[in-house]
């Protein structure tokens, strides 16, 4: 019997962090990719590696062009969407932006897989559990801010996204999976838009203060970006997933400061930590969250998934990243 033909996907967002890993997966897997990136946060760049390959077709685009998105999803059997506005610093500088991207685009590739009968990933994130917690299973209470607050722009526009999906899968039977990502970190990831990890590296390797944002006791998971694939493609081939969520990321906690310290120590770096109170970094009223701890049990169950891969791997692996200068 002949083996079956690998399907094609689309991966929206598919030149940024998270995106040109999957790719690249889908890649090995033999199967047509298509990328759609407006390239607002992603580079192709981060696609050199795959960018000659037959089998991938990049089309620099917004997912709120509904007639381009229209033809590439006619030809795909799933669609991976991850295209969003992310990152504390754009969400604060682009509020409009943030709110009509993330749930527009969400709410135009619900629409078209729903006519073509596609299978969709929406990628959501552990920001919709707002002032968080531990052990945050996926059916947690959620608790925000004022509206007034940019802070939760992003963290509201993912929670609609999740609400939109739910809605398709109940109302039309569409196959939709959620993922909740906790902060997934690895190479190709930059420290543009706040993002922590990558910046600590920066400014141990530059010699520079490492800058903590609050007291720095505010407590954080930290995911490789391989094992969020392989969490995402274990989910895309798992029947018992569809029409359901679930948290992305590892129970181990860390304080920012203990990430920081640990940088400095792994890199060998003499920097030291400068605290910087929120409303000097981001204005008046800026609020955060001591802990934000997934329960990843469900994951586990329905796939058998668990994270790979240490702290101190991910740690050293993005110094390594960021010494060498690799693109891989």
Known sequence: MAEPVPEPVL????????????????????????????LSTGRLDNLSAVRSHPKLHVIVDSVLNYPMLGDVIARVREVV????????????????????????????????????RTKVFVASTSEIYGKGGENLDEDHDRVMGSVRNWRWAYA??????????VAYHAEHGLPVIIGRFFNIVGPRQTGEYGIVLPTFVRQALAGEELTVYGDGEQ????????????????????????????NIGVEQEITIRGLAEKVIERSGSKSRLRLIPYETAYGGGFE???????NISKIT????????????????GAIAFQRDGSRA
């Open 81 to 116: 969407h991850l295209a969003a506005v992310v990152g504390v610093k754009r969400v604060l500088e682009h509020p409009v932006t943030t709110i009509t991207t993330n749930v527009r685009g969400t709410e135009i590739i619900l629409d078209l897989c729903n006519r073509h």
């Open 219 to 246: 407590r954080r998971c930290f995911c490789h970006v391989e094992d969020t694939v392989d969490a995402i493609t274990g989910l895309m081939k798992s029947d018992a997933a569809v029409g359901d969520i679930f």
């Open 301 to 316: 169950r329905v796939t058998g998934w668990r994270p790979g891969r240490s702290l101190d791997d991910i740690i050293e």
């Open 288 to 294: 955060d969250m001591d802990r934000r701890q997934p």
């Open 11 to 38: 991966v929206t967002g598919g030149a940024g962090f998270i995106g040109s890993h999957l790719v690249e997966r889908f890649l090995e897997e033999d199967r047509h990719v298509y990328v759609v990136d407006d």
């Open 156 to 165: 509201c526009t993912k929670e609609i996204d999740e609400f939109l999906g």
